[in-house]
Nanobody, 121 residues
């Protein structure tokens, strides 16, 4: 059974940092592009970033690229989202999703369960 486990969310003060992890079981993430999303209460889901299967291509939403970094560790079958200088508006549930293929095509096959990030001022 394929499962994506999203972890690392927490409650932090503004200007703090967090690193979220997306780890797969029953699936080699190394063969897939992986995207990060977030959804704040009452708002639509927002794409955050996407990293291709080998990490050679990484795309970010413009408003977040200065503070958020996506990377992957093939040995750990894990993709990370490093977030720095967090702001209250970053408060949301964060999700990862494995794309259908190796590149960021916005067609998703597997979703993580989400991890909550809460940033207080």
């Amino acid at each position: 059974q394929v499962q994506l486990v999203t972890s690392g969310g927490a409650s932090v003060q503004a200007s703090g940092s967090l690193r979220l992890s997306c780890t797969a079981s029953g699936l080699s993430l190394n063969d897939y592009a992986v995207a990060w999303f977030r959804q704040a209460p009452g708002k639509e889901r927002e794409g955050v970033s996407c990293i291709s299967w080998e990490g050679g291509f990484i795309d970010y939403v413009d408003s977040l690229k200065v503070r958020f970094t996506t990377s992957r560790d093939s040995a750990k079958n894990t993709v990370y989202l490093q977030m720095i200088n967090l702001k209250p508006e970053d408060t949301a549930m964060y999700y990862c999703a494995a794309e259908v293929g190796r590149y960021c095509n916005r067609v998703y096959k597997h979703w993580g369960q989400g991890t909550q990030v809460t940033v207080s001022s």
